[in-house]
């Protein structure tokens, strides 16, 4: 049995859906199919909500726009016996949304509950309407078996009470292929609706197929698989016919926009392959992402790239005690909820860094100021000084130690044509070399970092 997701450029036009219901039609056995809203309404749907809360009311067309997108849908792909129904439920899910906005409007508020209200209403109506856009389908409300709890202010899958209820929903073996919502779930205590994230989507699917049991996820997006660069910035980056799981986690945690990053794990844990394949050409081979590592060629797997990163250093002989330096920065950076990209040594001696997102940039160095106070004071920490505007760039592969000499390789290349390279962080990560380099020489980088991989220049 597979799990297919389906993202919103597949299920965002009439001939997009025309695909994806080839390509579910045409499967030998019943399947789970998982959808996202139609493209680009999760981020209307929100836009909307903010605008009627500044008491704009604009919000009334904008629902009226929403409805005549789902409508034309159903006039175009639902067979005639169906259209009343499901054209029915979607305009009881358009007028709940326009009370909805009603109501924010005269408070002129947006509560994040209500926020978390309002995008769920798009997977709701494109799951109905998939589900009766294809032959012998049903629909499964996910806001009936997908749980999440509070962590630190944010909502994170319950998993073990999704589980039961996944298997509770989902009867094995599938009389009918079952389709249902990404992204959307409800909070375990209090029942209110909930969403798994941005980009959640892929998480759901992930959920399903580790409790069924799947023999493979199935991620259909509008690109052919993970590329060995950004295509935009590489015109000849090509597709990665085959990685590993960590393989995949790396580059998506260093900025690859494939899948979302905690999809990856669920699956993993059960060895369920993914296979990433493209809804506008179903034909390309796409990804294959499993656990067999070894039998992946020897060269790099990959390159992304991660923008807006700060590195924040703390100098002084202090610096040469490695132990006590990580322990007492990481415990400052975990206390306050930072979460570190990567530790690196920066050009300079006697100087420990640590890159993270820019946003956090100001309270890491807060608090490295507050945890080296007394050595600032008595001299053996000199400074806690930060740099922004910069990218990392991660050059992934499993065992990555293997192809000897590839940081400092990179790193001259890098050095001989002109790149201030600012830290480099290579030996830390079993799969990752990663290399700092100001925002404004990213793209440059990147492209001679890319072929100094891939145009057989390789070391080995
Ligand atoms: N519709 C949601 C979003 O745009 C979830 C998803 O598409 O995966 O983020
Ligand atoms: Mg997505």
Redesign the pocket.
């Known amino acids: 049995m597979k799990v297919l997701k389906f993202?919103?450029t597949s299920v965002g036009t009439v001939d997009s859906l025309r695909n994806v219901k080839r390509i579910v039609d045409s499967l030998e056995e019943p399947a789970v199919v998982v959808v996202?809203?139609l493209g680009g309404l999760?981020?209307r749907l929100i836009a909307t909500a903010r605008a009627a809360a500044q008491g704009e009311d604009s919000f009334r067309d904008d629902v009226a726009g929403f409805a005549r997108r789902h409508s034309e849908i159903i006039e175009a792909l639902v067979p005639s016996d169906r259209r009343t129904e499901v054209s029915a439920t979607v305009r009881g899910l358009t007028a709940q949304l326009l009370e909805i906005y009603t109501g924010l409007s005269l408070i002129r508020d947006l509560p994040a509950k209500t926020l978390d209200l309002v995008v769920s209403f798009?997977?709701r109506m494109s799951s109905v309407i998939v589900a009766d856009i294809l032959e012998n389908a049903v629909h499964a409300d996910s806001l009936e078996f997908i749980r999440t709890e509070k962590w630190f202010n944010r909502d994170i899958a319950a998993r073990q009470l999704t589980d039961s209820l996944i298997s509770e929903k989902i009867a094995l073996p599938l009389a009918a292929t079952v389709v249902t919502g990404?992204?959307i779930s409800r909070d375990k205590d209090t029942g209110d609706i909930t969403n798994l994230g941005?980009?959640?989507?892929?998480y759901t699917a992930a959920l399903i197929a580790a409790r069924l049991g799947a023999d493979l996820l199935e991620i259909w997006t509008d690109v052919d698989g993970f590329m060995t660069a950004d295509p935009r910035i590489i015109p000849d980056a090509r597709v990665i016919p085959d990685m590993s799981f960590i393989e995949s986690m790396e580059l998506c945690s260093y900025g690859a926009k494939v899948i979302?990053p905690p999809t990856i794990y669920p699956v993993f844990h059960r060895n369920i392959p993914i296979r990433i394949l493209n809804t506008h050409n179903p034909s390309a081979p796409g990804t294959l992402i499993t656990d067999s590592s070894d039998s992946l060629p020897a060269d790099v797997r990959g390159v992304s790239s991660v923008k807006k990163t700060a590195m924040v250093s703390v100098t002084g002989s202090l610096t040469a005690n490695v132990a006590e330096i990580n322990s007492r920065s990481f415990n400052a950076m975990a206390r306050n909820g930072i979460s570190i990209l990567l530790v690196a040594q920066p050009a300079s001696d006697a100087a420990f860094s640590i890159a993270l997102a820019e946003a956090d940039a100001g309270k890491a160095m807060e608090a490295l100021r507050a945890e080296f106070a007394p050595e600032l004071q008595e001299g053996s920490v000199r400074e806690v000084s930060l740099e922004t505007d910069l990218t990392v760039l991660a050059v992934v592969r499993e065992s990555i130690k293997e192809i000897k000499g590839l940081g400092a390789r990179l790193v001259n290349t890098l050095q001989r044509y002109g790149v201030d390279v600012k830290a480099v962080s290579d030996g830390a990560s079993e799969t990752t070399i990663a290399i700092i380099v100001p925002d404004s020489d990213a793209v440059r980088s990147l492209r001679l970092v890319h072929s100094a991989c891939f145009s057989g220049q390789q070391a080995q």
């Open positions: 993202g919103g996202s809203a999760t981020d798009g997977e990404g992204f941005r980009g959640g989507s892929d979302y």
